[in-house]
């Protein structure tokens, strides 16, 4: 996933990763930039609002040294202390989510919109928990709520993680909709290319998935699924020659993965 400004979750809903999602995008930016947007200069904050905001920073910083029993120990105190602070609300949802507790999450991130139901970014990553618990209009409502956010520096993002969504649970047309307007906004969205892709492939486009993939792989890297994709979309257009290039790629580099065995099967060695 990306550099975002003001963002702290770029929550990309990636079709072909179904139930993964790339998160922690500049996340500590923004738990700094909630802090700097409070109400009183930090020369003026309560000893307990820096108790708060030194919780959720160091509860982040754990979580991503992978010392999680600690990280939650550092949340929960932030959490008790003020449970209105969307930051320290995120974190945990994310951690949660880590320690594979999907209810919990969900509840922190309905937390963390309801302290915040404007902002952009809390919209978008909400959007995102929804999609993934199979919650989809009510998904993309918060996807498209986050364009609403004057402040909200990433509506490519929103619009294509509302079509990935779309995709994901099979609205052909919707997914067309809301990935045409991301790529608008940004031509080079790797994930919103690489699921027009997919979108194309599935609608028996050949053509206009090969030419999707090309520009995703302009823009991106090749991973195991997305070369799995690649290869696919040559075998359906009947280029054996194109799609062996893809699965001499995956030999070479996944040897093990079951994407590898998969192209060696569709292939026929």
Same mark, same amino acid.
């Given at each position: 996933m990306r550099a975002l400004s003001n963002s702290y979750l770029a929550g990309i809903v990636l079709l072909l990763r179904p139930a993964q999602f790339i998160v922690l995008i500049l996340l500590g930016a923004f738990v700094s930039g909630c802090a700097s947007q409070q109400e009183h200069d930090s020369n003026n904050k309560s000893e307990s609002r820096k108790a708060v905001e030194s919780n959720t920073s160091l509860g982040l910083e754990y979580m991503n040294r992978g010392q999680y029993e600690v990280a939650l120990?550092? #949340? =929960?105190?932030?959490?008790?202390?003020?449970?209105?602070?969307?930051?320290?609300?995120?974190v945990i949802a994310v951690l949660y989510e +880590?320690? *594979?507790?999907?209810?919990?999450?969900? %509840?922190?991130?309905?937390?963390?919109? @309801?302290?915040?139901p404007k902002d952009g970014d809390v /919209?978008?990553?909400? *959007?995102?928990?929804?999609?993934?618990? $199979?919650? @989809?209009?009510?998904?993309?409502?918060?996807?498209?709520?986050?364009? /609403?956010?004057?402040?909200? /520096?990433?509506? &490519?993002? !929103?619009l294509g993680n509302a079509g990935s969504c779309a995709l994901q649970h099979g609205n052909l047309t @919707?997914?067309?909709v809301y990935l045409r307007r991301a790529l608008k906004i940004e031509p080079n969205l790797p994930d919103a290319l690489l699921n027009m892709a997919r979108l194309s492939f599935e609608q028996q486009k050949y053509l206009t998935a090969r030419?999707?993939?090309? +520009?995703?792989? &302009? &823009?991106? +890297?090749?991973?195991? %699924?997305? #070369?799995?994709? !690649?290869? +696919?979309? @040559?075998?359906?257009? $009947?280029?054996? *020659?194109?799609?062996?290039?893809? =699965?001499?790629l995956l030999e070479s580099n996944f040897p093990d993965s079951e994407q590898t065995a998969e192209a060696r099967r569709l292939f026929g060695k």
């Open positions: 120990g550092k #949340l =929960k105190k932030a959490i008790k202390e003020d449970p209105t602070y969307t930051p320290a609300q995120t +880590r320690l *594979g507790e999907t209810e919990l999450a969900g %509840r922190h991130y309905k937390k963390a919109y @309801e302290t915040a /919209n978008n990553n909400y *959007g995102v928990y929804l999609c993934k618990t $199979g919650k @989809e209009d009510l998904a993309i409502q918060h996807f498209l709520a986050s364009l /609403n956010d004057p402040f909200y /520096n990433t509506p &490519a993002i !929103a @919707e997914a067309d030419a999707f993939m090309q +520009r995703y792989e &302009a &823009a991106s +890297r090749h991973v195991e %699924r997305t #070369l799995l994709l !690649a290869f +696919r979309i @040559e075998m359906a257009s $009947g280029d054996r *020659g194109a799609a062996n290039k893809y =699965k001499l």
